[in-house]
């Protein structure tokens, strides 16, 4: 599994015009499933989000985590993640999986993340989103399970 996380002062999410999801401080997750991809790999990018620390804390360092600053997530699954550009122009998606194991693993990290009070908003899996959101810093970081 890949995951975007992006730290924001505020995201939200369109499907048909309609606000489905959004959020104040916290993480927009972009969330890409492979077709390798187990509950491990849901359990380990559930742990590293949670515990990740790129908030500020007194002194300006980014040493807080997203609930010690009570932040929240927006969660978008995005399969494009998985895309493959090594041949053409055109990206292959073959590495990602096939969406009924795709939304599976993706409602069970959101699930995850709920579990550790975290508020959670999500997009809806697999239609077209309009994602609005406020980089903050910008900070962005790319966590793969499969290079742990």
């Given at each position: 599994?890949?995951?975007?996380?992006?730290?924001?002062?505020?995201?939200?999410?369109?499907?048909?015009?309609?606000c489905?999801?959004?959020?104040?401080?916290?993480?927009?997750?972009?969330?890409?499933?492979?077709?390798?991809?187990?509950?491990?790999?849901?359990?380990?990018l559930a742990?590293?989000?949670?515990?990740?620390?790129?908030?500020?804390?007194?002194e300006?360092k980014?040493?807080?985590?997203?609930?010690?600053?009570?932040g929240?997530?927006?969660?978008?699954?995005q399969?494009?993640?998985?895309?493959?550009?090594?041949?053409?122009?055109?990206?292959?998606?073959?590495e990602?999986a096939?969406?009924?194991?795709g939304?599976?693993?993706?409602?069970?990290?959101?699930?995850?993340?709920?579990?550790?009070?975290?508020?959670?908003?999500t997009?809806?899996?697999?239609?077209?989103?309009?994602?609005?959101l406020?980089?903050?810093?910008?900070?962005t970081?790319?966590?793969?399970?499969?290079?742990?």
């Amino acid at each position: 599994m890949r995951v975007v996380i992006q730290r924001v002062s505020s995201a939200s999410v369109e499907v048909e015009n309609t606000c489905v999801g959004s959020i104040q401080k916290g993480f927009v997750l972009l969330v890409g499933v492979g077709n390798e991809d187990t509950e491990e790999d849901v359990h380990y990018l559930a742990r590293k989000i949670v515990n990740l620390r790129v908030f500020e804390d007194e002194e300006g360092k980014m040493n807080r985590s997203l609930k010690e600053v009570g932040g929240q997530i927006l969660s978008i699954s995005q399969f494009t993640l998985l895309a493959n550009t090594k041949k053409g122009n055109r990206p292959s998606f073959i590495e990602a999986a096939q969406p009924e194991v795709g939304e599976t693993l993706y409602q069970n990290l959101n699930e995850i993340l709920r579990s550790h009070d975290l508020i959670v908003e999500t997009g809806i899996f697999g239609a077209d989103m309009q994602v609005q959101l406020i980089n903050d810093g910008p900070v962005t970081i790319l966590i793969d399970s499969k290079n742990k």
